[in-house]
């Protein structure tokens, strides 16, 4: 049960309110208001879920995602960025590639923020409770470590990819609409948001990572989703 989160912002006043908001919401939450500090209560706290502004001096937001990623131990704790600044959908997508697991725009509401955490919680327990390997075709998936390997050899898939693989292969045989994929791997509401180039720029990197014998096997039916067969 995801229960610890890490709060990081240069901005004490966001931060203190926010923290007593999800403590009121039952969190035990911990606080940091650069990136290093961030980085030494994560080796103490072992927070499941961080929360951390884009913006900040020294070592920011996205290379706090990357520092994650790259740790052992940690690379598997979700993240959520906040940023203060209109994000474009390249913004995103260079964060999705550092580790990010989903945006929050400022000012935002406490209600909007509660949302996303429970959201990206939902994805990564949905993932925990798949505790079995998958094996198909040489390549070996393991949902609680979210590892994937290909005839032995590690294939470094971003966070993003790793979900859309685990949504594809776990989904065998069935095409999946563009709506349903960006809203059960990026969260999103497919009511507001439906760009089909989010999902298909990935779904073009996760063909490459797999190679020609297994990438082939990620079909799309043009206008309606993608199926893995």
């Known amino acids: ?21 999800l403590e009121g919401q039952g969190f035990n939450v911990a606080a940091a208001d650069n990136g290093s500090e ?19 001096k020294g070592l920011d937001g996205f290379a706090l995602c990357k520092a994650l990623k790259e740790t052992e131990g940690f690379s598997g704790i979700p993240v959520i960025i906040v940023s203060g600044r209109k994000v474009s959908e390249e913004d995103i997508l260079a964060g999705y590639n550092k580790g990010a697991d989903d945006y929050v725009l400022k000012p935002f509401s406490f209600p909007v923020l509660l949302a996303k955490i429970k959201a990206v919680m939902k994805r990564y327990e949905g993932a925990e409770d798949k505790a079995g390997k998958i094996t198909k075709l040489g390549l070996v ?3 609680a470590g979210r590892t994937a390997t290909l005839k032995g050899a590690v294939v470094n898939l971003t966070r993003k990819e790793f979900d859309l693989l685990m949504a594809l292969i776990t989904e065998e045989g069935r095409l999946l ?20 180039h989010t999902v298909g720029v990935h779904v073009s990197s996760l063909r490459k990572k797999l190679g020609p014998g297994i ?15």
Do not use: C, Q
């Open 38 to 56: 961030a980085v030494a209560l994560i080796k103490d706290f072992g927070p499941d879920l961080v929360v951390t502004d884009v913006e900040m």
């Open 141 to 143: 998936i393991d949902p």
């Open 1 to 21: 049960m995801f229960k610890k989160i890490l709060l990081v912002d240069d901005d004490k006043l966001v931060l203190n309110s926010t923290r007593r908001y």
């Open 177 to 196: 609409s563009i709506s349903y994929l960006l809203e059960t791997v990026w969260g999103y509401d497919p009511a507001s948001y439906n760009d089909p």
């Open 215 to 229: 990438g082939a096997r990620i079909t799309s039916v043009t206008g309606h989703g993608y199926k893995f067969e």
